[in-house]
């Protein structure tokens, strides 16, 4: 922490500040644009999927508790090696993993077997997601870190803005054969373009593999603050485009394309404020922007509110993910950062497991109204949790800059 506010006060006495845009980071952006547009574009079809095999909603939310699950299990293991050093290994497996999951689903088209390629796609996104945040860090400038990190959550939102069109377009057009063969074909498109990232070589003492090295004790404040907050997003990404549907609202890939384009422009002209004023103005304005989003789904379900639904559920997630994320990692070293991006990514994982589980299971039981209702209280719970908690942390910005 000290060497990052000597090197913020070195720049500021310069009149420059550091270089940010580097070939490897632009890279690691697109290598993390084709991971997420694999991941969204079978994420938004797959409840329809199921139902297309005969499942239910509730079935559809069971399979994305069970994708979190694994990704949840192994993404401690996956830090714990990062933090040896490895990532480009890593992240091949990853890759090819989330290549071949999809071409699974369709090349054996049935339940238990889809489930199961549904688990493998997990494993791959762990792997996958884990490298390229770690992979960031260590090529980001520590005093533009949380700037840096929000551009390289643009590939999120790019691909949140993409896959969900793309993806329904094709299933509609041409079927679920070749959405699924064009999602593992963006993510071998991904695996070329990690050829040509030459990243530092991290030389870090070995460690042994126990519960420490596992779990990044620094970054579990910003993690919980998130995983709270990740249930109602859960609940959105699985289930808003069958709502949609149902409700005789516009297509679900509307909703995405409007969440997505207000989540870019969120990260291009606010990335900056983490930096500057710390993460508490995310926090409480994003969870309260989500608050808002669910409650128009749930009590007045037109077009009007849909579409203000949307803008407000992409500020929301494009503010406070990257503010968490850059929480969590930005006092880590090069031995504990791939262990702080994991740990982070696990409270990500356990929170859009849990929300799109229980909101699979609220809607067969409550109907949908009830369960945006519902979920929508994760948001004061997230918020409780940062007041209490995570912005006394020696981790949060908010708490750093106030100490200056």
């Known amino acids: 922490m000290a060497q990052a506010t000597q090197a913020v006060q070195a720049a500021?006495?310069?009149?420059?500040?550091?270089?940010?845009?580097?070939?490897?980071?632009?890279?690691?952006?697109?290598?993390?644009?084709?991971?997420?547009?694999?991941?969204i574009m079978s994420l938004s079809t797959f409840p329809f999927y199921v139902k297309e095999l005969g499942g239910t909603e509730a079935l559809a939310g069971i399979c994305a508790?069970?994708?979190?699950?694994?990704?949840?299990?192994?993404?401690?293991?996956?830090?714990?090696?990062?933090?040896?050093?490895?990532?480009?290994?890593?992240?091949?497996?990853?890759?090819?993993l989330m290549s071949l999951a999809p071409a699974g689903y369709v090349l054996v088209p049935s339940l238990s077997i889809v489930i199961a390629c549904r688990m493998v796609h997990g494993v791959g996104l762990s792997f996958s997601n884990s490298t390229t945040?770690?992979?960031?860090?260590?090529?980001i400038c520590k005093p533009r870190f949380a700037e840096g990190m929000g551009y390289f959550g643009m590939a999120t939102a790019l691909a949140?803005?993409?896959?969900?069109?793309?993806?329904?377009?094709?299933?509609?057009?041409?079927?679920?054969?070749?959405?699924?063969?064009?999602?593992?074909?963006?993510?071998?498109?991904?695996?070329?373009?990690?050829m040509f990232i030459h990243a530092p070589r991290i030389n870090v003492p070995q460690k042994k593999l126990d519960f420490?090295?596992?779990?990044?004790?620094?970054?579990?404040?910003?993690?919980?603050?998130?995983?709270?907050?990740?249930?109602?997003?859960?609940?959105?990404?699985?289930?808003?485009?069958i709502f949609a549907s149902e409700q005789g609202l516009p297509s679900g890939s509307l909703y995405f394309v409007i969440m997505s384009v207000m989540l870019l422009l969120v990260r291009v002209f606010l990335g900056k404020l983490v930096d500057q004023k710390g993460e508490a103005i995310f926090v409480y304005t994003c969870n309260a922007a989500m608050l808002a989003a669910f409650l128009l789904l749930a009590f007045v379900p037109n077009a009007v509110t849909y579409v203000i639904s949307a803008a407000l559920?992409?500020?929301?997630?494009?503010?406070?993910?990257?503010?968490?994320?850059?929480?969590?990692v930005?006092?880590?070293?090069?031995?504990?950062?791939?262990?702080?991006?994991?740990?982070?990514?696990?409270?990500?994982?356990?929170?859009?497991?849990?929300?799109?589980?229980?909101?699979?299971?609220?809607?067969?039981?409550?109907?949908?109204?009830?369960?945006?209702t519902i979920v929508s209280l994760a948001c004061v719970v997230s918020v409780l949790i940062y007041v209490f908690w995570a912005r006394h942390s020696d981790t949060s910005f908010s708490k750093m800059l106030a100490q200056r």
Not at 161 to 185: C, D, N, R
Not at 221 to 232: G, K
Not at 338 to 357: P, V
């Open 12 to 39: 500021g006495n310069k009149g420059t500040q550091p270089k940010l845009w580097t070939k490897d980071l632009v890279l690691i952006i697109l290598v993390n644009l084709c991971v997420f547009t694999n991941h």
């Open 65 to 96: 508790a069970a994708f979190s699950f694994v990704a949840v299990i192994i993404r401690p293991f996956i830090g714990w090696w990062l933090d040896n050093g490895v990532r480009r290994t890593a992240l091949v497996i990853g890759l090819l």
């Open 133 to 139: 945040a770690t992979v960031a860090s260590d090529v």
């Open 160 to 194: 949140s803005a993409i896959a969900p069109a793309l993806g329904l377009s094709l299933m509609e057009s041409a079927g679920f054969q070749a959405l699924y063969f064009t999602a593992t074909a963006i993510t071998l498109v991904g695996l070329v373009l990690f």
């Open 212 to 241: 420490k090295t596992l779990i990044n004790r620094d970054s579990l404040p910003a993690s919980v603050t998130m995983l709270v907050f990740m249930f109602t997003f859960g609940a959105l990404e699985n289930f808003v485009a």
């Open 313 to 328: 559920a992409g500020y929301a997630f494009g503010g406070l993910e990257p503010s968490l994320q850059s929480m969590a």
């Open 330 to 372: 930005h006092t880590s070293t090069d031995e504990t950062r791939g262990s702080a991006n994991s740990t982070f990514l696990c409270g990500y994982d356990i929170g859009y497991g849990l929300g799109g589980g229980i909101a699979g299971s609220l809607i067969t039981g409550l109907g949908y109204s009830a369960m945006w």
